[in-house]
Nanobody, 122 residues
Framework: QVQLVESGGGSVQAGGSLKLSCTAS????????MGWYRQAPGKERELVSF???????EYADSVKGRFTISSDNARNTVALQMINLKTEDTAVYYC????????????????WGQGTQVTVSS
């Protein structure tokens, strides 16, 4: 069993910062990577950022320059440093892990965390 546990969510005013962290239980080997999705009420779930096991990173256009993803060498933890937060960033953020045998060019989440709420107010 693999479980992803997120932390760091909360409420912040626009322009503020938050750092989300996620840790996978046990050891995960040969994973394709870990990252973050988010979903706001009434909106589709979207990819925020992903840290591929190769070291490549990917960001949604809406967060480029504001969010920074990082991971440890074992690739079983992932963090998302968020600065200059906007009200549009309000959503439930989910940590995800891609543990498929073959790694695609885009994330293919297999495991999902419980989600952590990020609320940005004006």
């Amino acid at each position: 069993q693999v479980q992803l546990v997120e932390s760091g969510g909360g409420s912040v005013q626009a322009g503020g910062s938050l750092k989300l962290s996620c840790t996978a239980s046990g050891n995960i080997f040969l994973t394709c990577g870990m990252g973050w999705y988010r979903q706001a009420p009434g909106k589709e779930r979207e990819l925020v950022s992903f840290f591929f096991s190769t070291g490549r990173t990917e960001y949604a256009d809406s967060v480029k320059g504001r969010f920074t993803i990082s991971s440890d060498n074992a690739r079983n933890t992932v963090a998302l440093q968020m600065i200059n937060l906007k009200t549009e960033d309000t959503a439930v953020y989910y940590c995800v892990a891609d543990v498929n045998q073959l790694c695609a060019s885009s994330p293919k989440p297999v495991y999902w965390g419980q989600g952590t709420q990020v609320t940005v107010s004006s």
